[in-house]
């Protein structure tokens, strides 16, 4: 069965304290890994994609990475502005094609 | 531009009754999702649409249906509410198959 689990559930940061998120996944057949951000009240707003284990993606304090069983974003330096949940998506590409699965989430929390 | 848009933003229902909720795209995407986001639970797939005249069950179906008569609308129906639907649903759409979606800004749905 496709899964994608989110760690940690929340995590509290102080103003330039990099740390990571993980999106661990096990899907048949990746067709690709999505990062997202989500403000409260808002809905998801793209980050990167990522196809292949081995491919990184950049993206002013963020940098996403892929290996064959997980995702990073890294968060270098946050500020509170990057106070956020985000999110990771899978899209498996066997048999449900266009359907993608999402993880619960991580709650950062950036204090300046 | 408007992107995606979804109507109404809000809406308090008491059991049994029915409702729609429109989610509108001017981006001229193929692909068309509704999703509800619970707590601790991610972003779930009700139906998704790969065109116009086109619908398909998601994960979670039961109790929804939908409509796409026009290419830039996808239309949720709530035939007979439950206090189980209470949630936010969220609309995304896609240009093609392995792009990011874009997502609205949900409708936040409470049923008494």
């Known amino acids: 069965e496709d899964q994608v689990t989110q760690s940690p559930e929340a995590l509290r940061l102080q103003e330039g304290e990099s740390s990571s998120l993980n999106c661990s996944y096990t899907v048949s057949g990746l067709r690709g890994l999505f990062w997202y951000r989500q403000d409260p009240g808002k809905g998801p707003e793209f980050l990167f994609t990522l196809y292949s284990a081995g491919e990184e993606k950049e993206k002013e304090r963020l940098k996403a990475t892929l290996t064959k069983k997980e995702s990073f974003l890294h968060i270098t330096a946050p500020k509170p502005e990057d106070s956020a949940t985000y999110l990771c998506a899978v899209r498996s590409g066997v048999f449900n094609f266009n359907k993608f699965y999402f993880g619960s989430g991580t709650k950062l929390n950036v204090k300046p | 531009n408007a992107g995606v848009t979804q109507t109404p933003k809000f809406r308090v229902l008491k059991t049994g009754q029915s409702m729609t909720l429109l989610c509108a795209q001017d981006m001229n995407h193929e692909y068309m999702y509704w999703y509800r986001q619970d707590p601790g639970m991610g972003l779930r797939l009700i139906h998704y649409s790969v065109g116009e005249g086109t619908t398909a069950k998601g994960e979670v179906p039961d109790g929804y249906n939908v409509s796409r008569l026009k290419k830039q609308n996808f239309l949720l129906g709530l035939e007979s509410a439950a206090p189980s639907q209470t949630s936010v649903y969220f609309c995304?759409?896609?240009?093609?198959?392995?792009?990011?979606?874009?997502f609205g800004d949900g409708t936040r749905l409470s049923i008494l």
């Open positions: 995304a759409s896609q240009p093609l198959s392995n792009q990011p979606q874009h």
